[in-house]
């Protein structure tokens, strides 16, 4: 069973910055992909970024310019930097990995505040 676990999570204020990262178990180079969604209470989760095993990235039109998707293979570790953070981007955010059976893996969120 794939284990994923995000953290980096936290309250910062507009304009401030956090990273967020996620391990997971067993090798980088089993997954077909790797990404970032956010969930905000009431809405749909929607994805902020995916990168995949060749680090073709991918962002979301509110997060370009702001916030960096990357990956460390040794680590077993995806980040994702966030710079300039509004209030609009306080959300539940969730790392997700999918292999090449396209089996989706979650973690279970890492809560992200921008408030003053």
């Known amino acids: 069973q794939v284990q994923v676990v995000e953290s980096g999570g936290g309250l910062v204020q507009p304009g401030g910055s956090l990273n967020l990262s996620c391990v997971v178990s067993?090798?980088?180079?089993?997954?077909?992909?790797m990404g970032w969604y956010r969930q905000i209470p009431g809405k749909e989760r929607e994805l902020v970024a995916k990168?995949?095993?060749?680090?073709?990235?991918y962002y979301a039109d509110f997060v370009k310019g702001r916030f960096t998707i990357s990956k460390d293979n040794r680590l077993n570790t995806m980040y994702l930097q966030m710079n300039n953070l509004k209030p609009e981007d306080t959300a539940v955010y969730y790392c997700?990995?999918?292999?090449?059976?396209?089996?989706?893996?979650w973690g279970l969120g890492s809560q992200v505040t921008v408030s003053s």
């Open positions: 997700n990995v999918i292999d090449y059976y396209l089996i989706d893996y």
């Open positions: 990168i995949d095993r060749s680090d073709y990235t």
């Open positions: 067993g090798s980088m180079l089993n997954f077909y992909a």
